[in-house]
Each structure stands twice: as C-alpha cells, then as structure tokens.
C-alpha cells in the first residue's frame, strides 16, 4: 500500500483544493447588441467596451 513520506501542508493542499471552488463562467446580456458576453469583457461583435468603441467590429 502507498503510504506518504511527508505530511501534506496545509499549503499544499490549498493548492490543490483551490480549482473546487471555480465556479461556470457567468454571462450578462449585453445592452446594446442583447448578446451574450463575459463581464468586464469586450463585446466582440460590437468592439464596444463601457460604451466606447474599443475594436473594430467583426464583418
């Protein structure tokens, strides 16, 4: 049977424990265009960011 050298440290096993707490990627309608997108995102198909034009839209 496989039995540890070292205890794990409490570090470590934050590390390893801290993906448990990530949660689905949320998603706000945008006002705008109504898509969908990431918070804090650039609207793609728009480029708007903040209600400033940041990139070019996608043709």
Known sequence: MAVP???TSPMKR??????DALAIPAYVEDKDSGE?????HV??????YRGRQILTPKA
Do not use: E, V
């Open 43 to 48: 609207d793609l198909k728009t480029g708007m």
């Open 14 to 19: 934050g590390f390893r424990r801290s993906a």
């Open 5 to 7: 050298k070292r205890k």
């Open 36 to 40: 969908l997108r990431r918070p804090h």
